[in-house]
């Protein structure tokens, strides 16, 4: 069993947005057992759209479809869907239903927006719970076509909610077991040295992925077979054997994110966590936000930007930024003292640094970042000297800052 | 004159990575005046590249491919292109050079290193000034094929420095225009109902896109042609004309995000900023801290996670709490007044809601937000009632208080 992707709209082939659905819609669908053999991407262009989809068909069973389902003129995917199954169209009671309900909240609603309700015949209707356009599901000589908005929520509610379930009840996939690894501290080259010879011994339907992001490498192994069981005791076996190898290195016997693997430690010891935050502008806190719960471990930020609020929100001594910088380590030290103080947390990260383009000087080039982590014995801290890029600098400063907290926390709580 | 993007590479059949590449290249394309009719990404399989490379030159006068260009054996993007032309291999004495100068800093040099010097015999080569894969410049049947590594930096290099260049040379391309409007309070389609009589004046070589994200629409003419001043003209009366019809919606005639909007109006008449969040969790300060030079608006964020820190970081009265509650147009209007005198800032934005899932109650459920903007004259609230799903609402909360502090700014900067 295979599946294609086939994104439609101007917006990615003029590089106007970066196509995150497919990558997403891809990974799902590989955990399910599903092989993704191409992506396209498409304009709103009714030929185009016709020739694309009998391509996909041609290879794969299941064509997953986003994009061109909004009330505009520009969207044509619903009605070159019609014409590709050679179908008219009929209302769908229940999209018109939750179109209503949608502008009840919005004011008046536009024969445009009944619109969205109308669906081709010989599909049925799959609800949208955050939007008006309804997804559809299609099945013709034994292949299934599903069409979905190209807003990445509605999507992914979609994909998660309708989507999976359907596919896993219609078609029976192969049965696909994953086991993830969280690895922080060692670059993926040496891992794969140190790993060698578990990656030798595993049997062939066992893979093993190499997943890295900035300062963390997620190994995933997954296991494809008939019997569930057996693959997950296949794979218990296999984890256990690469933790040998390199269980030092690994924060998390789960996938989870390094921001959710700070928070569960925290809850799990009832502790409470702020944030002091220069360069990353409040992004660790955002990290950690997203997370719901996560009021239980972190109090709060303060995103002192300049110099006067590190001074005004954290008690900085003005001397200190003066003598050492705002980027130094006796900067950062007192943020994070500052926040336990302030905001009475048990502990608290700090991150001064140049995040770029400009503010760069020969003695602290732009990328030059100081992270600090403080507890209730002691303040450890760490130089960083990231490159030029600003976003990449802001993340990597977040991401070595709660490494920095966990390596704490961890001789801390052991 | 039209192109197509091949990449070719597992990782993003199986949703390990996002495709970057492909929307980089499509914009510099764009921005040149070649349109790109489709962007497909399909695995290291000989058949499937083969006919990937045939539909494509079917359709397209350009096609670019990425990936595959490796030294391992899963790499097959070389010797798959040439069995396409039909022809065999021939070692490249400059591509040679540079993979022994490589290879001088970095230790010794294996057969498979010295391979990567050798190239289909038909092929131009591209020198690779940062890998030891070169790139390669087919052309056949008044068709370019161009083929360049998958390695984003060794890619855009290669793109900026040699294959943009002789595209530019080889070709005399159509000029391409394109002129964004971005409006925000006012839903796609009401704003479509509002447009269309500027939408069906428009020629035929002009077209309209709604690209909707949350509480903001931006609408995007693009213009095909031979005369780039004339486009630029019919353009510019294009955007006049949809200005004429719903300006009042318009918060920029350029393409940038709205909290650069934020940025830059305030950075115009030197007004300084600062946040007070509490659902948004320091999404608002990373969203403005994103932006390079923001420090010149943005002063620092509290982000008051706790009740506690509500008061001890803004000063918000206990008994507004008490009575009112944390989500409450009394406590956001406190936090704003908070920021203000706290942080010295001209204008303050403040959040409080209750993000989910969990902490809804029957009067104020899940979704429920208010923001306040502030500034020296007066301060302004609204309430809000979002949905259930939380990354969802607080990007809607960070939108909606960006959006009512843009409103409070023009009143008072008209």
Redesign the interface.
């Known amino acids: 069993m295979s599946a294609e992707i086939i994104t439609i709209g101007?917006?990615?082939?003029?590089?106007?947005?970066?196509?995150?659905n497919?990558?997403?819609?891809?990974?799902?669908?590989?955990e399910i057992g599903l092989?993704?053999?191409?992506?396209?991407?498409?304009?709103d262009n009714r030929v185009?759209i016709l020739e694309?989809l009998k391509?996909a068909s041609e290879?794969a069973d299941i064509i997953l479809i986003t994009g061109g389902l909004?009330?505009?003129?520009?969207d044509i995917t619903k009605k070159t869907l019609a014409e590709y199954f050679g179908t008219g169209f009929r209302r769908d009671e229940q999209a018109l239903e939750n179109v209503l309900q949608i502008f009840k909240?919005?004011g008046p609603v536009?024969e445009?927006?009944l619109e969205q309700a109308d669906v081709p015949a010989n599909c049925s209707v799959l609800q949208n719970?955050?939007g008006t356009a309804p997804g559809m599901w299609f099945e013709q000589d034994g292949k299934v076509y599903v069409s979905m908005p190209g807003?990445p929520?509605e999507m992914m509610?979609m994909m998660e909610e309708e989507v999976l379930p359907r596919l896993q009840q219609r078609f029976n996939f192969t049965a696909i077991v994953h086991h993830t690894l969280l690895t922080a501290g060692i670059g993926e080259s040496f891992l794969a040295k140190l790993i060698e010879p578990a990656e030798e011994a595993l049997p062939p339907h066992i893979r093993l992925?190499y997943?890295p992001k900035p300062g963390q490498v997620r190994l995933r192994l997954s296991a494809y077979g008939e019997n569930e069981t057996l693959l997950k005791a296949q794979v218990e076996t296999a984890a256990k054997h690469i933790m040998e190898l390199v269980g030092e290195y690994v924060i998390a016997v789960e996938d989870k994110p390094l921001e959710k693997v700070v928070l569960d430690f925290m809850e799990q010891r009832q502790l409470t966590l702020?944030?002091a935050?220069s360069?990353?502008?409040?992004?660790?806190?955002?990290l950690?936000?997203?997370h719901?719960?996560?009021?239980a471990v972190?109090?709060?930020?303060?995103?002192?930007?300049?110099n006067?609020?590190k001074q005004?929100?954290l008690g900085v001594n003005p001397a200190v930024i003066e003598q050492f910088g705002a980027v130094s380590e006796e900067t950062v030290r007192e943020m994070a003292a500052g926040a336990l103080k302030?905001?009475?947390s048990d502990y608290a990260v700090s991150v001064s640094g140049i995040?770029?383009?400009?503010g760069g000087t020969p003695e602290k080039p732009v990328g030059t970042v100081w992270v600090a982590a403080a507890g209730p014995k002691k303040t450890i801290t760490r130089k960083f000297q990231f490159g030029n890029k600003?976003?990449q600098n802001?993340e990597r400063s977040a991401v070595s800052a709660l490494l920095l907290l966990l390596k704490l926390l961890q001789e801390e709580h052991a």
Not at 279 to 286: D, K, L, M, V
Not at 298 to 306: D, K, T
């Open positions: 101007d917006e990615i082939l003029i590089g106007q947005i970066v196509d995150t497919s990558a997403w819609m891809a990974q799902k669908l590989n092989q993704v053999k191409q992506i396209s991407s498409i304009s185009h694309t391509a290879r909004g009330p505009t003129k520009d909240n919005r536009l445009m927006n719970k955050n807003v929520f509610y992925a997943l702020t944030t935050e360069c990353t502008g409040g992004y660790i806190a955002h950690l936000t997203q719901a719960g996560s009021s972190f109090l709060g930020a303060a995103v002192s930007y300049s006067q609020l005004d929100m302030a905001f009475h995040a770029g383009p400009g600003r976003l802001i």
